[in-house]
């Protein structure tokens, strides 16, 4: 693969005006994709800053790892939004940039003076893209607060047991933040194609919930043809069978048999040819109706004596899908996450750093990037004020609050 010194957002300016998940995972695709991506903090940094777990960086002074995880490469503002002078400064900025990014509650950055209206107004060019728990149209749920699990429990995206009693729970990473970040960069670069066209901005509405649905299509295609309910870890699929974690000597495997060939190679590979030709046993179906009493003697006295990684790898080599059920810890080590460069370092300010997980998209040409360090809040407050929104080195001071801060642009 050969490397082009052009990454593919080189050259768009990104305000980030969002905290937590849904809006900072977006915005870190994008720094990742090469855009310089401006983190518009409150005075003293957003409150993502203080949150576990807390570690220390090599000058001994405290981080979050959380901030740590979603903020690389992104340089830092802080201004007062709630002031008339912090108001006009974003404005400026938002002349300068391609593109805001914000997850506050609907009708919160119209109260500040500085909604979608008043920036886009201000630049015609401008993408403004909202995430929010329900939309920014009118709707019942419009103005609720919304963390993922709101989303995910509305629309259904839950590990639910019919068994009564049983309560539901997260069916596993909050994909109620991640997903509309990924459907956000979507609708972003959509309008940016769309903009090259037409000149114009586009105002980029993304609803958490509408993208948990949109996950969860399946079960809702399932209730609508059936009348069913499609519930989200139940053992058995009754299309497929082995399809599902099974325990091996040393932890947990996922075998996932699909057509008949893969269901005649795991027979095989267990010593029971004759499963593989048992007419019971010849479609998903059939072997998900008799899984309990033919398949899952046979299958579990096999995996009762192997490990997961061997049973992995044997079951692969003959065709038929299937993992190692492996913990973050053993996920970070996995030569494979190596090997396609998913195991990234972000450094912290004065330089330590730690283990993360890389972007997921490759390009080829490939392209280079710095570092991925985070910043202090406020770092570049003076530098960005005065490349971006075009402000005088003396007049962008005023907002630079660190002493230490107030020296001539270096970036």
């Given at each position: 693969m050969t490397t082009s010194s052009i990454p593919p957002l080189q050259g768009i300016v990104v305000l980030d005006l969002t905290r937590f998940m849904s809006g900072p995972y977006a915005t870190m695709l994008l720094a990742d994709a090469g855009a310089d991506v401006i983190k518009v903090e409150p005075l003293g940094g957003e409150e993502t800053r203080?949150?576990?777990?807390?570690?220390?960086?090599?000058?001994?002074?405290?981080?979050?790892?959380?901030?740590?995880?979603l903020n690389r490469r992104k340089r830092s503002v802080c201004l007062d939004l709630r002031s008339p002078e912090g108001?006009?400064?974003?404005?400026?900025?938002?002349?300068?940039?391609?593109?805001?990014?914000?997850?506050?509650?609907?009708?919160?950055?119209?109260?500040?003076?500085?909604?979608a209206d008043v920036l886009m107004k201000a630049n015609p060019r401008l993408i403004f893209c909202a995430i929010s728990g329900f939309g920014q149209t009118a709707s019942?749920?419009?103005?609720?607060?919304?963390?993922?699990?709101?989303?995910?429990?509305?629309?259904?995206?839950?590990?639910?047991?019919?068994?009564?009693?049983?309560?539901p729970r997260p069916v596993g990473p909050a994909l109620g933040d991640l997903f509309p970040s990924m459907h956000a960069v979507s609708g972003i670069l959509m309008?940016?194609?769309?903009?090259h066209t037409t000149g114009q901005g586009s105002l980029v509405d993304i609803a958490m919930y509408d993208s948990m649905l949109s996950l969860n299509e399946m079960a809702l295609g399932v209730a609508s043809m059936t009348g069913g309910e499609l519930l989200y870890g139940q053992r058995v699929n009754p299309n497929l069978a082995p399809y599902g974690y099974f325990p091996t000597k040393d932890g947990w495997v996922c075998i996932a048999v699909g057509p008949n060939r893969q269901w005649e190679s795991l027979c095989k590979l267990m010593g029971h040819p004759e499963m593989g030709v048992d007419e019971r046993l010849?479609?998903?179906?059939?072997?998900?109706?008799?899984?309990?009493d033919l398949i899952e003697p046979v299958l579990f006295a096999w995996l009762a004596e192997r490990g997961k990684e061997e049973i992995a790898a044997e079951l692969a080599a003959v065709g038929v899908p299937a993992a190692p059920v492996r913990n973050?810890?053993?996920?970070?080590?996995?030569?494979?996450?190596?090997?396609?460069?998913?195991?990234?370092?972000?450094?912290?300010?004065?330089?330590?750093?730690?283990?993360?997980?890389?972007?997921?998209?490759?390009l080829s040409p490939a392209f280079d990037l710095p570092v991925a360090s985070t910043v202090r809040p406020g770092q570049n407050t003076l530098e960005v004020l005065t490349e971006v929104a075009r402000m005088t080195p003396d007049d962008a001071r005023q907002f630079v609050t660190d002493p230490t801060l107030r020296t001539a642009p270096t970036h």
């Amino acid at each position: 693969m050969t490397t082009s010194s052009i990454p593919p957002l080189q050259g768009i300016v990104v305000l980030d005006l969002t905290r937590f998940m849904s809006g900072p995972y977006a915005t870190m695709l994008l720094a990742d994709a090469g855009a310089d991506v401006i983190k518009v903090e409150p005075l003293g940094g957003e409150e993502t800053r203080t949150l576990h777990p807390i570690l220390k960086d090599d000058d001994d002074q405290e981080i979050s790892g959380y901030f740590l995880r979603l903020n690389r490469r992104k340089r830092s503002v802080c201004l007062d939004l709630r002031s008339p002078e912090g108001r006009d400064a974003l404005i400026e900025l938002a002349k300068g940039a391609d593109i805001v990014v914000e997850n506050y509650r609907p009708g919160v950055m119209n109260k500040l003076g500085i909604g979608a209206d008043v920036l886009m107004k201000a630049n015609p060019r401008l993408i403004f893209c909202a995430i929010s728990g329900f939309g920014q149209t009118a709707s019942p749920n419009r103005d609720w607060p919304a963390f993922n699990l709101v989303p995910e429990a509305m629309a259904g995206v839950l590990s639910q047991s019919p068994t009564p009693g049983v309560p539901p729970r997260p069916v596993g990473p909050a994909l109620g933040d991640l997903f509309p970040s990924m459907h956000a960069v979507s609708g972003i670069l959509m309008a940016l194609l769309r903009r090259h066209t037409t000149g114009q901005g586009s105002l980029v509405d993304i609803a958490m919930y509408d993208s948990m649905l949109s996950l969860n299509e399946m079960a809702l295609g399932v209730a609508s043809m059936t009348g069913g309910e499609l519930l989200y870890g139940q053992r058995v699929n009754p299309n497929l069978a082995p399809y599902g974690y099974f325990p091996t000597k040393d932890g947990w495997v996922c075998i996932a048999v699909g057509p008949n060939r893969q269901w005649e190679s795991l027979c095989k590979l267990m010593g029971h040819p004759e499963m593989g030709v048992d007419e019971r046993l010849n479609s998903g179906s059939g072997r998900s109706t008799h899984f309990k009493d033919l398949i899952e003697p046979v299958l579990f006295a096999w995996l009762a004596e192997r490990g997961k990684e061997e049973i992995a790898a044997e079951l692969a080599a003959v065709g038929v899908p299937a993992a190692p059920v492996r913990n973050a810890s053993e996920a970070l080590q996995c030569e494979q996450a190596r090997v396609r460069g998913m195991v990234a370092e972000v450094h912290a300010p004065a330089g330590k750093s730690w283990q993360v997980a890389g972007s997921p998209v490759r390009l080829s040409p490939a392209f280079d990037l710095p570092v991925a360090s985070t910043v202090r809040p406020g770092q570049n407050t003076l530098e960005v004020l005065t490349e971006v929104a075009r402000m005088t080195p003396d007049d962008a001071r005023q907002f630079v609050t660190d002493p230490t801060l107030r020296t001539a642009p270096t970036h």
